[in-house]
């Protein structure tokens, strides 16, 4: 098993993640077998009860695993399929190192954070080895950037990790930031030197830095950053802000053939990578042949991270139909005080993400009628599957004041509704249903036909309330179909109209499985029908 760290310096958001997950994807591409691991050293267990105003999107894993969104970039890039074993947290390691200290697993000694904290960071290096014993290579991201006192003990445990598996094992890259100083007309390598410094005091070499810039990275700078940072001439990499789109970094990084000095670092003998099914992927996003507007009605539209998966899906649906995807982000709670015509306006699909609360939910209330009643495609998903539920609850079976009993507790119609045995449960955390399960797809259904035929999918989950079955026949009789239902419990997944061009809503998250060249069916459906646009003329079924 060989072993990539990586880590970064300078500033965050450098796309240190995606850094991370292109190498993925170029070592894939070598025929090499990747894993990816985040490690985030903030004290949370994990990032489930955490704001999206702090986080951004919350990214579950098969296994439930609520996780870091830089997950899904590894997941989406690479064919690896993580685990909790993927994303560790410092609040999970002082938690896993205390209750070992209860249980008197310590046996008398003082626990210390050295050894017995960054024990517990390298045992997670080890799991995931012991979980993925096919794997070649495992790349763990450390979260944050280097100096943060939170990332020390990772750090440390990395070092020590490096000195017990062989430095020859291991290969660390280092992240930083190339400003360029406009009034001087110059690019500034000091930020670069000064951060690799840091690294070095902490008794850590990298053996390759990537220098994220604006511009090309002339050989005097190289020659200048080598010198400094101790780091041979070739292992300076450029990585330069992309034109069109993230999945462009693969193929940037391989300019300076980033996945050559890896593999050469870590004594890895395979052969330079075919990148043609990626850049034939890049070129249709680049180039697409048609255009179509989709409005993502939610409540934190204003955030670039919040609903990532659900953006990055849509793109890779349109890339797979030639289409570029312009997304108009609409507040939900606008539509609440004016005509949903007017603020949703001329789009050709409508999309409803997962969401929680009861801010802005009338307003999604109205973008799902609006929706319907024009016969612009819907796509709803589960927050945006709920809404569609209550919108027809109260619009065509006339069940007034319809409501989830999540935003009305004393509604007369709890048309979605939390299962019996959930309720009294009080913890705000893990409570939820979460991660992979089977559904049963109904044949003859368009959800049927968007899966191909597939009777039985599976797709991950993560949200409380369910559709109440007590109301099943009545809005199956007003013409609310239900396509999909869960293998074991039978709780409605997928809800779907018939006289509508295209109207789904789905309980699960469909989001979490989209990867370029292999769209979701329900996206890839969604803007196909999007695409023909002839919504205008066909309005669904009415009240
Ligand atoms: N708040 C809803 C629930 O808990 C929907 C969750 C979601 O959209 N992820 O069921």
Same mark, same amino acid.
């Given at each position: 098993m060989k072993y990539i760290f990586v880590t970064g310096g300078v500033v965050s958001s450098l796309g240190k993640g995606l850094a991370a997950a292109s190498i993925g994807t170029?070592?894939?591409?070598?025929?090499?077998?990747?894993?990816?691991?985040k490690f985030d050293p903030y004290l949370n267990v994990d990032p489930g009860t955490m704001s999206p105003y702090q986080h951004g999107e919350v990214y579950v894993l098969n296994d439930g695993a609520e996780t870091d969104l830089d997950l899904g970039h590894y997941?989406?890039?690479t064919n690896c399929v993580l685990t909790r074993f993927n994303n560790l947290t410092s609040g999970q390691v002082f938690e896993n190192v205390i209750k070992k200290e209860r249980r008197g697993e310590y046996l008398g000694k003082t626990v210390q954070f050295i050894p017995h904290v960054t024990d517990e960071i390298k045992a997670r290096i080890h799991d995931l080895s012991d979980q993925n014993p096919e794997v070649d290579v495992i790349i763990t991201e450390i979260g944050g950037t280097v100096g943060d006192i939170e990332g020390h003990l990772f750090l440390e445990a990395l070092r020590q990790f490096s000195l017990e598996v062989g430095r020859a094992n291991t290969c660390f890259i280092h992240v930083t930031l190339l400003p360029l100083i406009r009034a001087a007309? @110059?690019?500034k390598t000091k930020p670069t030197q000064q951060s690799v410094a840091k690294l070095r005091e902490i008794g850590i070499q990298p053996d390759i830095v990537i220098c994220r810039t604006e511009h090309d990275l002339d050989d005097d700078n190289r020659r200048k950053i080598a010198m400094f940072c101790n780091v041979e001439h070739r292992n300076i990499v450029a990585f330069r802000d992309v034109k069109h789109s993230i999945? @462009?970094?693969p193929l940037d990084l391989r300019r300076d053939k980033i996945d050559r000095l890896v593999v050469d670092n870590l004594g890895i003998d395979s052969p330079t990578p075919d990148l043609s099914d990626w850049e034939n992927f890049v070129e249709r996003l680049i180039n697409p042949q048609h255009k179509v507007t989709i409005a993502v009605v939610g409540k934190y539209i204003e955030l670039q991270d919040a609903y990532k998966s659900i953006y990055e899906s849509l793109t890779i649906a349109g890339a797979a139909h030639h289409a570029e995807v312009t997304i108009v982000r609409i507040d939900s709670e606008t539509i609440e005080t004016a005509d949903p015509s007017v603020i949703i306006g001329d789009v050709d699909g409508i999309l409803i993400p997962g969401g929680f609360g009861d801010r802005g939910i009338e307003g999604k209330i109205l973008a799902a009628q609006y929706a319907r009643t024009t016969g612009i495609p819907y796509l709803g998903i589960c927050l945006g599957m709920q809404v569609?539920?209550?919108e027809f609850a109260r619009n065509v079976c006339n069940l007034e004041g319809a409501h989830t009993t999540e935003c009305n507790k004393k509604t007369p119609h709890p048309v979605i509704s939390l299962q019996e045995e959930q309720k009294g449960i009080k913890d705000m955390g893990a409570t939820m249903r979460l991660g992979s399960c089977d559904s049963l797809v109904h044949p003859g259904t368009l959800a049927a036909n968007l899966y191909g035929g597939e009777q039985l999918i599976k797709e991950r989950h993560r949200h409380r309330y369910e559709f109440n079955p007590a109301y099943l026949d009545q809005l199956s009789e007003a013409g609310l179909i239900i396509s999909s239902v869960s293998a074991e419990e039978g709780l409605v997944e997928i809800i779907e109209l018939a006289d509508h061009p295209f109207y789904i809503g789905a309980q699960f998250h469909p989001e979490f499985q989209s990867k370029p060249?292999?769209?979701?069916?329900?996206f890839s459906g969604f803007i196909e029908a999007s695409l023909k646009s002839t919504w205008r003329g066909s309005p669904g079924p009415q009240a």
């Open positions: 170029l070592l894939e591409h070598r025929g090499l077998r990747v894993t990816i691991q997941e989406r890039f007309g @110059e690019i999945y @462009e970094c569609a539920t209550v060249n292999r769209p979701h069916p329900l």
